[in-house]
Protein backbone atom coordinates (compact mmCIF):
# COMPACT_ATOMS: atom_id res chain seq x y z
CA UNK A 1 0.00 0.00 0.00
CA UNK A 2 2.28 2.80 1.16
CA UNK A 3 1.25 6.61 0.84
CA UNK A 4 -0.68 8.55 3.45
CA UNK A 5 -3.97 7.79 4.20
CA UNK A 6 -4.90 11.60 3.57
CA UNK A 7 -3.70 14.96 3.03
CA UNK A 8 -3.73 17.74 5.50
CA UNK A 9 -4.65 21.36 4.42
CA UNK A 10 -3.77 23.64 6.85
CA UNK A 11 -3.93 27.22 7.52
CA UNK A 12 -5.42 28.42 3.57
CA UNK A 13 -8.61 26.60 3.82
CA UNK A 14 -11.45 28.27 2.19
CA UNK A 15 -15.14 27.00 2.15
CA UNK A 16 -16.73 26.36 -0.49
CA UNK A 17 -19.86 28.59 -1.68
CA UNK A 18 -22.45 26.63 -0.05
CA UNK A 19 -22.71 24.31 2.62
CA UNK A 20 -25.92 22.80 3.45
CA UNK A 21 -26.11 21.69 7.04
CA UNK A 22 -25.97 17.68 6.38
CA UNK A 23 -22.34 18.31 5.72
CA UNK A 24 -23.43 17.42 2.12
CA UNK A 25 -21.78 19.89 -0.36
CA UNK A 26 -22.46 21.65 -3.61
CA UNK A 27 -19.07 22.22 -5.93
CA UNK A 28 -18.46 24.03 -8.62
CA UNK A 29 -15.42 22.98 -10.03
CA UNK A 30 -13.60 24.92 -13.37
CA UNK A 31 -12.18 22.69 -15.38
CA UNK A 32 -9.16 23.82 -17.46
CA UNK A 33 -7.80 20.14 -19.05
CA UNK A 34 -5.21 22.05 -21.31
CA UNK A 35 -3.26 20.17 -23.78
CA UNK A 36 -1.67 17.39 -24.46
CA UNK A 37 -3.16 14.40 -22.55
CA UNK A 38 -4.69 16.71 -20.34
CA UNK A 39 -8.27 16.47 -22.26
CA UNK A 40 -7.68 12.70 -21.40
CA UNK A 41 -6.40 12.10 -18.03
CA UNK A 42 -9.30 15.26 -16.71
CA UNK A 43 -12.04 12.93 -18.22
CA UNK A 44 -10.90 10.33 -15.11
CA UNK A 45 -10.61 12.87 -13.01
CA UNK A 46 -13.85 14.02 -13.81
CA UNK A 47 -15.21 10.99 -13.97
CA UNK A 48 -13.82 9.61 -10.15
CA UNK A 49 -15.31 12.91 -9.04
CA UNK A 50 -18.57 12.08 -10.49
CA UNK A 51 -18.59 8.95 -8.55
CA UNK A 52 -17.30 10.09 -5.38
CA UNK A 53 -20.18 12.82 -4.53
CA UNK A 54 -22.26 10.55 -6.18
CA UNK A 55 -21.64 8.35 -3.49
CA UNK A 56 -21.49 11.04 -0.23
CA UNK A 57 -24.53 12.78 -1.55
CA UNK A 58 -22.28 16.11 -3.03
CA UNK A 59 -23.96 18.06 -5.83
CA UNK A 60 -20.73 19.14 -7.89
CA UNK A 61 -21.21 21.07 -11.53
CA UNK A 62 -18.23 21.71 -14.27
CA UNK A 63 -18.00 24.63 -16.19
CA UNK A 64 -14.74 24.48 -18.84
CA UNK A 65 -12.19 27.11 -19.94
CA UNK A 66 -9.98 27.22 -22.23
CA UNK A 67 -6.09 27.37 -21.25
CA UNK A 68 -2.51 26.99 -22.88
CA UNK A 69 -1.71 26.32 -26.36
CA UNK A 70 -5.41 25.71 -27.67
CA UNK A 71 -6.46 28.59 -25.93
CA UNK A 72 -3.65 30.26 -27.86
CA UNK A 73 -5.12 28.85 -31.19
CA UNK A 74 -8.46 29.73 -29.99
CA UNK A 75 -8.72 33.18 -28.74
CA UNK A 76 -4.75 33.92 -28.83
CA UNK A 77 -4.29 34.15 -24.91
CA UNK A 78 -2.87 31.37 -22.99
CA UNK A 79 -5.26 32.49 -20.14
CA UNK A 80 -8.10 34.75 -21.28
CA UNK A 81 -10.30 37.26 -19.32
CA UNK A 82 -12.99 34.35 -19.47
CA UNK A 83 -10.92 31.60 -18.10
CA UNK A 84 -10.05 33.97 -15.38
CA UNK A 85 -13.42 34.74 -14.58
CA UNK A 86 -14.56 30.88 -14.48
CA UNK A 87 -12.26 30.49 -12.13
CA UNK A 88 -13.25 33.03 -9.20
CA UNK A 89 -16.74 32.16 -9.46
CA UNK A 90 -15.53 28.47 -8.77
CA UNK A 91 -14.91 26.73 -5.38
CA UNK A 92 -11.44 25.25 -6.65
CA UNK A 93 -9.80 24.52 -10.53
CA UNK A 94 -9.17 20.92 -11.43
CA UNK A 95 -6.13 21.43 -13.70
CA UNK A 96 -4.51 18.85 -16.17
CA UNK A 97 -1.36 20.24 -18.16
CA UNK A 98 -0.28 22.71 -20.65
CA UNK A 99 2.28 22.99 -23.47
CA UNK A 100 2.50 21.66 -27.03
CA UNK A 101 6.37 21.50 -28.59
CA UNK A 102 5.43 23.67 -31.62
CA UNK A 103 6.16 26.54 -28.86
CA UNK A 104 9.08 24.81 -27.23
CA UNK A 105 11.74 24.62 -30.18
CA UNK A 106 10.56 28.32 -31.16
CA UNK A 107 12.62 31.00 -28.56
CA UNK A 108 10.53 33.42 -30.52
CA UNK A 109 7.30 33.08 -30.14
CA UNK A 110 5.64 35.83 -28.75
CA UNK A 111 3.00 33.73 -26.18
CA UNK A 112 3.33 30.58 -25.02
CA UNK A 113 1.13 28.12 -23.30
CA UNK A 114 3.17 28.36 -19.72
CA UNK A 115 2.29 31.80 -19.59
CA UNK A 116 -0.92 30.74 -19.50
CA UNK A 117 -0.32 28.92 -15.67
CA UNK A 118 2.19 31.41 -14.78
CA UNK A 119 -0.77 34.14 -15.10
CA UNK A 120 -3.16 31.60 -13.46
CA UNK A 121 -0.81 31.07 -10.25
CA UNK A 122 -0.52 35.17 -10.81
CA UNK A 123 -3.95 36.33 -10.95
CA UNK A 124 -5.36 33.55 -8.44
CA UNK A 125 -2.61 34.75 -5.78
CA UNK A 126 -1.14 31.35 -5.94
CA UNK A 127 1.49 31.57 -3.58
CA UNK A 128 1.79 28.16 -1.97
CA UNK A 129 2.51 25.00 -3.82
CA UNK A 130 1.85 21.60 -2.63
CA UNK A 131 3.79 18.75 -3.51
CA UNK A 132 3.71 15.50 -1.63
CA UNK A 133 6.48 12.70 -2.54
CA UNK A 134 4.81 9.50 -1.42
CA UNK A 135 6.09 6.29 -2.71
CA UNK A 136 4.14 3.21 -3.03
CA UNK A 137 5.43 -0.07 -1.90
CA UNK A 138 4.24 -1.77 -5.07
CA UNK A 139 6.33 0.37 -6.86
CA UNK A 140 9.44 0.80 -5.23
CA UNK A 141 11.32 -1.15 -7.69
CA UNK A 142 10.30 1.55 -10.44
CA UNK A 143 12.59 4.07 -8.71
CA UNK A 144 15.93 4.45 -9.92
CA UNK A 145 17.06 4.47 -6.28
CA UNK A 146 17.69 1.56 -4.12
CA UNK A 147 14.86 -0.09 -2.20
CA UNK A 148 15.65 0.21 0.93
CA UNK A 149 16.38 4.00 0.33
CA UNK A 150 13.30 4.84 -1.42
CA UNK A 151 10.81 2.76 0.88
CA UNK A 152 8.56 4.84 3.66
CA UNK A 153 10.58 8.20 1.66
CA UNK A 154 7.55 10.76 2.46
CA UNK A 155 7.65 14.44 2.35
CA UNK A 156 6.45 17.51 1.20
CA UNK A 157 7.92 20.18 -0.48
CA UNK A 158 6.38 23.54 -0.37
CA UNK A 159 6.80 25.91 -3.51
CA UNK A 160 6.61 29.69 -3.33
CA UNK A 161 5.19 30.41 -6.51
CA UNK A 162 3.93 33.83 -7.27
CA UNK A 163 7.51 35.52 -6.46
CA UNK A 164 11.16 35.32 -7.72
CA UNK A 165 12.60 34.83 -11.21
CA UNK A 166 9.41 33.63 -12.71
CA UNK A 167 7.79 37.21 -11.97
CA UNK A 168 10.86 39.19 -11.16
CA UNK A 169 11.93 42.54 -13.55
CA UNK A 170 12.77 40.80 -16.73
CA UNK A 171 14.89 41.86 -19.76
CA UNK A 172 14.90 40.07 -22.99
CA UNK A 173 17.76 41.53 -25.70
CA UNK A 174 19.79 40.04 -28.35
CA UNK A 175 23.09 40.85 -25.92
CA UNK A 176 22.25 41.08 -22.94
CA UNK A 177 19.31 39.15 -20.76
CA UNK A 178 18.47 39.00 -16.96
CA UNK A 179 15.56 37.51 -15.02
CA UNK A 180 15.46 39.38 -11.26
CA UNK A 181 15.24 36.67 -8.40
CA UNK A 182 12.44 39.20 -6.30
CA UNK A 183 11.56 38.45 -2.99
CA UNK A 184 9.97 40.50 -0.30
CA UNK A 185 9.91 39.97 3.68
CA UNK A 186 5.91 39.43 3.17
CA UNK A 187 6.25 37.16 0.43
CA UNK A 188 8.56 34.56 2.21
CA UNK A 189 7.18 35.04 5.41
CA UNK A 190 3.90 33.90 4.35
CA UNK A 191 5.08 30.98 2.86
CA UNK A 192 7.24 29.80 5.64
CA UNK A 193 4.26 29.68 7.86
CA UNK A 194 2.39 27.48 5.61
CA UNK A 195 5.35 24.90 6.08
CA UNK A 196 5.23 25.30 9.59
CA UNK A 197 1.84 24.57 9.95
CA UNK A 198 2.19 21.16 7.94
CA UNK A 199 5.24 20.54 9.92
CA UNK A 200 3.26 20.63 13.52
CA UNK A 201 0.28 18.54 11.75
CA UNK A 202 3.47 15.98 10.24
CA UNK A 203 7.05 14.94 11.82
CA UNK A 204 7.94 18.66 13.23
CA UNK A 205 10.66 18.88 10.42
CA UNK A 206 11.32 21.93 8.47
CA UNK A 207 14.25 22.15 6.04
CA UNK A 208 14.73 25.89 4.52
CA UNK A 209 16.48 25.39 0.91
CA UNK A 210 18.14 28.60 -0.22
CA UNK A 211 21.83 29.25 -1.26
CA UNK A 212 22.52 31.98 0.88
CA UNK A 213 26.18 31.50 0.36
CA UNK A 214 25.48 33.33 -2.71
CA UNK A 215 22.47 35.06 -3.34
CA UNK A 216 21.00 38.08 -1.56
CA UNK A 217 17.40 37.09 -1.88
CA UNK A 218 18.45 33.78 -0.20
CA UNK A 219 19.93 35.68 2.73
CA UNK A 220 16.59 37.14 2.50
CA UNK A 221 14.93 34.08 3.11
CA UNK A 222 17.06 32.74 5.87
CA UNK A 223 17.48 35.54 8.29
CA UNK A 224 13.12 35.94 8.14
CA UNK A 225 13.21 31.87 8.99
CA UNK A 226 15.60 32.04 11.34
CA UNK A 227 13.19 34.69 13.05
CA UNK A 228 9.66 32.58 11.74
CA UNK A 229 11.88 30.03 13.57
CA UNK A 230 11.34 30.82 16.90
CA UNK A 231 7.19 31.23 16.62
CA UNK A 232 7.41 27.02 16.03
CA UNK A 233 9.86 26.09 19.47
CA UNK A 234 8.41 22.48 18.64
CA UNK A 235 9.47 22.23 14.92
CA UNK A 236 13.18 21.46 14.55
CA UNK A 237 14.44 23.84 11.54
CA UNK A 238 17.33 23.30 9.51
CA UNK A 239 19.38 25.17 6.48
CA UNK A 240 20.35 23.72 3.28
CA UNK A 241 21.81 25.34 0.63
CA UNK A 242 20.05 24.11 -2.57
CA UNK A 243 22.92 22.22 -4.31
CA UNK A 244 23.13 20.28 -1.06
CA UNK A 245 19.78 19.23 -0.68
CA UNK A 246 19.70 17.94 -4.35
CA UNK A 247 21.83 15.69 -2.96
CA UNK A 248 20.68 14.88 -0.23
CA UNK A 249 17.23 14.12 -1.87
CA UNK A 250 18.71 11.24 -3.39
CA UNK A 251 21.38 10.39 -0.97
CA UNK A 252 18.98 10.07 2.10
CA UNK A 253 15.15 11.29 0.93
CA UNK A 254 13.73 9.78 4.42
CA UNK A 255 15.89 12.88 5.85
CA UNK A 256 13.25 15.41 4.89
CA UNK A 257 9.78 16.09 6.26
CA UNK A 258 8.65 19.62 4.86
CA UNK A 259 10.49 20.99 2.71
CA UNK A 260 10.16 25.04 1.97
CA UNK A 261 11.99 27.01 -0.37
CA UNK A 262 11.46 30.05 -3.38
CA UNK A 263 9.56 29.42 -7.13
CA UNK A 264 12.63 28.20 -8.99
CA UNK A 265 14.69 26.02 -6.80
CA UNK A 266 11.30 24.37 -5.76
CA UNK A 267 10.68 24.06 -9.91
CA UNK A 268 13.54 21.33 -9.94
CA UNK A 269 13.69 20.01 -6.29
CA UNK A 270 10.19 19.08 -7.22
CA UNK A 271 11.15 17.19 -10.22
CA UNK A 272 13.83 15.54 -8.72
CA UNK A 273 11.00 14.42 -6.00
CA UNK A 274 8.70 12.83 -8.64
CA UNK A 275 11.42 10.35 -9.88
CA UNK A 276 11.95 8.74 -6.47
CA UNK A 277 9.03 8.09 -6.68
CA UNK A 278 9.48 6.22 -9.48
CA UNK A 279 6.96 7.43 -12.10
CA UNK A 280 6.05 11.38 -12.73
CA UNK A 281 2.39 10.22 -13.42
CA UNK A 282 1.54 9.59 -9.69
CA UNK A 283 2.05 12.70 -7.71
CA UNK A 284 -1.00 15.33 -7.30
CA UNK A 285 -0.21 18.86 -6.40
CA UNK A 286 -2.22 21.63 -4.74
CA UNK A 287 -1.70 25.28 -5.23
CA UNK A 288 -3.14 27.56 -2.88
CA UNK A 289 -3.33 31.58 -1.50
CA UNK A 290 -5.26 34.45 -2.06
CA UNK A 291 -8.08 32.94 -4.24
CA UNK A 292 -9.54 30.17 -5.47
CA UNK A 293 -7.49 26.84 -4.94
CA UNK A 294 -5.88 24.63 -8.10
CA UNK A 295 -5.87 21.03 -8.45
CA UNK A 296 -3.11 19.59 -10.62
CA UNK A 297 -0.54 16.83 -11.48
CA UNK A 298 2.87 17.81 -11.25
CA UNK A 299 3.71 16.32 -14.50
CA UNK A 300 3.74 18.16 -18.18
CA UNK A 301 1.04 17.66 -21.35
CA UNK A 302 3.49 14.77 -22.96
CA UNK A 303 1.68 15.54 -25.92
CA UNK A 304 3.51 12.43 -27.66
CA UNK A 305 1.07 10.05 -26.14
CA UNK A 306 -1.54 12.37 -26.72
CA UNK A 307 -5.11 10.35 -27.91
CA UNK A 308 -3.14 6.88 -27.50
CA UNK A 309 -4.59 5.99 -24.66
CA UNK A 310 -1.45 5.82 -22.40
CA UNK A 311 -1.06 8.47 -19.97
CA UNK A 312 -1.16 7.33 -16.32
CA UNK A 313 -4.24 8.95 -14.86
CA UNK A 314 -3.46 8.73 -11.57
CA UNK A 315 -1.92 12.05 -10.83
CA UNK A 316 -5.10 13.61 -12.02
CA UNK A 317 -7.42 10.98 -9.43
CA UNK A 318 -5.45 11.79 -6.58
CA UNK A 319 -5.57 15.45 -7.37
CA UNK A 320 -9.55 14.90 -7.07
CA UNK A 321 -8.52 13.57 -3.43
CA UNK A 322 -6.46 16.16 -2.44
CA UNK A 323 -9.47 18.93 -4.24
CA UNK A 324 -11.90 17.08 -1.13
CA UNK A 325 -9.43 17.01 1.50
CA UNK A 326 -8.76 20.40 1.65
CA UNK A 327 -12.58 20.91 1.94
CA UNK A 328 -12.53 18.74 4.64
CA UNK A 329 -13.83 15.93 2.99
CA UNK A 330 -11.51 13.45 4.23
CA UNK A 331 -13.45 10.33 3.65
CA UNK A 332 -14.39 11.14 0.27
CA UNK A 333 -10.14 11.60 0.06
CA UNK A 334 -9.38 8.27 1.44
CA UNK A 335 -11.72 6.36 -0.58
CA UNK A 336 -9.92 7.51 -3.73
CA UNK A 337 -6.30 7.08 -2.27
CA UNK A 338 -7.66 3.40 -1.38
CA UNK A 339 -8.94 2.86 -5.02
CA UNK A 340 -5.67 3.73 -6.33
CA UNK A 341 -3.89 1.74 -4.01
CA UNK A 342 -6.03 -1.02 -4.92
CA UNK A 343 -5.80 -0.25 -8.50
CA UNK A 344 -1.90 -0.53 -8.03
CA UNK A 345 -2.14 -3.78 -6.00
CA UNK A 346 -3.90 -5.50 -8.66
CA UNK A 347 -1.94 -4.37 -11.32
CA UNK A 348 -4.57 -2.15 -12.85
CA UNK A 349 -1.73 -0.15 -14.49
CA UNK A 350 -0.62 2.03 -17.33
CA UNK A 351 1.81 0.97 -19.48
CA UNK A 352 4.37 2.56 -17.72
CA UNK A 353 4.75 0.72 -14.22
CA UNK A 354 2.92 -2.15 -15.34
CA UNK A 355 4.66 -5.33 -14.58
CA UNK A 356 6.44 -7.34 -16.85
CA UNK A 357 3.57 -9.90 -18.97
CA UNK A 358 1.05 -7.71 -17.52
CA UNK A 359 -2.25 -7.13 -18.86
CA UNK A 360 -2.45 -3.80 -21.00
CA UNK A 361 -4.63 -1.10 -19.27
CA UNK A 362 -5.14 1.80 -20.71
CA UNK A 363 -6.04 5.35 -19.42
CA UNK A 364 -9.46 5.16 -19.61
CA UNK A 365 -9.24 1.45 -18.62
CA UNK A 366 -7.45 2.45 -15.17
CA UNK A 367 -10.14 5.31 -14.41
CA UNK A 368 -13.14 2.87 -15.22
CA UNK A 369 -11.46 0.26 -13.07
CA UNK A 370 -11.27 3.10 -10.13
CA UNK A 371 -14.91 4.09 -10.90
CA UNK A 372 -16.39 0.93 -10.56
CA UNK A 373 -13.54 0.19 -7.41
CA UNK A 374 -15.58 3.66 -5.62
CA UNK A 375 -19.14 2.52 -6.44
CA UNK A 376 -18.49 -0.83 -5.26
CA UNK A 377 -17.03 0.17 -1.65
C1 LIG B 1 5.72 23.21 -12.95
C2 LIG B 1 6.06 23.48 -14.39
C3 LIG B 1 5.88 24.96 -14.67
C4 LIG B 1 6.83 25.71 -13.78
C5 LIG B 1 6.06 25.36 -16.13
C6 LIG B 1 5.19 24.54 -17.05
C7 LIG B 1 5.84 26.84 -16.34
O1 LIG B 1 7.33 23.05 -14.71
O2 LIG B 1 4.56 23.44 -12.55
O3 LIG B 1 6.60 22.76 -12.22
O4 LIG B 1 8.00 25.92 -14.14
O5 LIG B 1 6.42 26.13 -12.70
MN1 LIG C 1 8.36 22.10 -13.05
Sequence with gaps: MGGVSHFFFVSLQRKPTYTHQNSKMKLKIAVLAGDGIGPEIMEQGVNVMNAVCEKFGHEVSYKEALCGAHAIDEVGDPFPEETFQTCMEADAVLFASVGDPKFDNNPNAKVRPEQGLLAMRKKLGLF?????????????????????????????????????????????????????NYYTRKEVERILHVAYQYAKQRRNHVTVVDKANVLASSRLWR??????????????????????????????????????????????????????????????????GEHTPVFEPIHGSWPQAKGLNIANPLAQILSVAMLFEYFNLNEEGALIRQAVNASLDQNVRTPEIQVEGGAKYGTREVGQWIVDYIKGN
Design 223 to 288: AVAQEVAQQYPEVTTDYMYVDNAAMRMIQEPKFFDVMVTENTFGDILTDEGSCITGSMGLLPSAST
Design 128 to 180: ANIRPVTTFDCLVHKSPLKDELVRGADFICIRELTGGMYFGEKKEGTDVAYDT
